[in-house]
């Protein structure tokens, strides 16, 4: 069991991203390796091993950001088989979503009509480029980096992607060239609170965020998946300002998304890291489906609250509301704490009921609740609903305490494991008790040997853990 006996801490800062591009078989995998620290990276000598975008978690002196390996980018892929057009395309899309550009070229060689192709390409990005100059594995091979300064992107770094010789000089680099890192405490009250706008593509989060605007902020088209990064706008709304996110819709899970969608899903999920609660949004015209159902509980399981917006309400006539209303029970039973609110983006209508909904979910995002009164109301539950049977002994519960907040998360120092269902049981009287309207509540326990002492140590052995 993994233990969450811990406190909520700051989530992660949205880190940058950087690309790392070049023709095949320069060494782009072997130096993803060497940043990284392990094989991680399929690295074979021959071109085009590495086709697909992947993304690596890297950190150099304390920074973090994310490393995008691509495949050999051929400028002239038109003249070559699909595979190469399409692998090249990938490395584009690399570019365009990335923050800073790790360019690898094979000081050996020299510069080639295809290196000095995508040199044009990268100038025209804009984006901050880093020249790696690769295979320069001694100090008397370093003159040869030198006639890098031809691609007209900057000083060229010389380094050895196979021995690691100037590694450190090409991260420091790369760390100057990405954008600061943002300031912005978790834990401060002040400031506009952070709403993103999450759902499938087309249900309207654009709409919504220039309703909210009242600008056309966003691009809205007919066509599903207009937004390819997440758009931040600063809104007032009920007399404060908050910060709202329109994302990407999320058409499927990260591993299976491609071309930019990929980059997208990933922005979206940074977007939610970033937030503090999230307003996901489904078209209420349609049925319900299973990415709906995936969406909801991703926002619960990362620890946002959340308020649940049905959106194009002004298409549902009286015979799909009944039916909307049996699919909400029974598809969406898992967030049925989450305040609904019925809404038209494009007309506005009921739009102003969302700061009521996102003030009730934040309030009960950071509740907390005194340790007496949790645990007068926990004897009393326990003593009129004890835990089951398990083994042929019942375990108690010998007092609880809320751990910490944002969201609300609660431990039960316990004699024995308590079931699954005892522990929903617990969760659902707990909202009944003490509200938590729009927020998830964490509920794990620490099993403790009622043989111990009189310090009340847990005793060690497989017994002592904590558990969801």
């Not at 995998?29 to 091993?49: C, F, H, K, M």
């Not at 365009?96 to 025209?124: I, M, Y």
């Not at 809205?220 to 007032?236: K, M, N």
């Not at 751990?403 to 998360?409: D, E, F, I, L, V």
């Amino acid at each position: 069991m993994v233990d969450q006996d811990q406190a909520a801490g700051r989530p992660d800062a949205p880190t940058p991203v950087v690309a790392v591009v070049g023709r095949p078989n320069v060494g782009k995998s072997t130096l993803v390796n060497r940043i990284l620290g392990s094989r991680q990276a399929v690295v074979e000598d021959t071109p085009g091993v590495t086709r697909d975008r992947v993304s690596y978690d890297a950190t150099w002196r304390g920074r973090a950001f994310t490393l995008v390996d691509t495949g050999g980018w051929e400028p002239f892929a038109e003249r070559t088989p699909a595979l190469a057009a399409k692998v090249a395309a990938q490395a584009r899309l690399a570019v365009d979503a990335a923050d800073a550009v790790l360019f690898v070229v094979d000081a050996v060689v020299g510069v080639t009509e295809a290196d000095a192709a995508v040199a044009a390409v990268l100038r025209r990005s804009r984006k901050p480029v880093i020249v790696a100059a690769n295979k320069i594995d001694d100090a008397p091979a370093e003159p040869e980096a030198h006639a890098l300064w031809s691609l007209g992107l900057g000083q060229p770094v010389a380094v050895s992607a196979l021995h690691g010789r100037g590694s450190g000089d090409l991260l420091d680099a790369v760390l100057n060239a990405l954008p600061d890192a943002p300031e912005e405490r978790y834990d401060s009250e002040e400031g506009p609170r952070r709403v993103a706008l999450i759902g499938r593509p087309n249900v309207g989060k654009s709409s919504l965020l220039n309703k909210l605007a009242g600008a056309e902020r966003a691009l809205v088209d007919a066509a599903a998946g207009t937004t390819r990064d997440p758009v931040d706008e600063l809104i007032e709304l009920g007399g404060q300002t908050w910060r709202f996110v329109d994302t990407a819709g999320i058409r499927r899970r990260v591993h299976q998304t491609q071309g930019a969608d990929y980059f997208a899903a990933l922005r979206t999920a940074r977007a939610l890291e970033r937030a503090e609660v999230a307003v996901v949004l489904i078209d209420a015209s349609e049925p319900l489906t299973e990415q709906d159902q995936r969406i909801v509980s991703t926002v619960a399981e990362a620890g946002r609250a959340l308020v649940v917006a049905y959106n194009k309400w002004d298409w549902v006539d009286d015979d799909r509301r009944q039916f909307l209303e049996k699919e909400i029970d029974r598809q969406l039973h898992m967030v049925r704490w989450a305040p609904r609110v019925n809404i038209s983006a494009k007309t506005g209508w009921h739009v102003d009921r969302l700061v009521p909904a996102l003030e009730l979910a934040l309030e009960s995002w950071q509740a907390r609740v005194p340790t007496g009164r949790l645990n007068a109301w926990l004897s009393a539950l326990v003593a009129a609903t004890p835990p089951p049977v398990r083994g042929g002994r019942q375990p108690r519960i010998m007092f609880a305490t809320q751990a910490s907040t944002r969201p609300p998360h609660f431990v039960l120092f316990t004699s024995g494991f308590l079931q699954a269902g005892y522990r929903r049981f617990l969760e659902r009287k707990l909202r009944e008790e003490f509200g938590f309207a729009g927020s998830p509540v964490r509920l794990s326990m620490r099993l403790r040997d009622t043989r111990s002492g009189p310090s009340g140590r847990a005793a060690r052995g497989p017994g002592r853990g904590c558990c969801q």
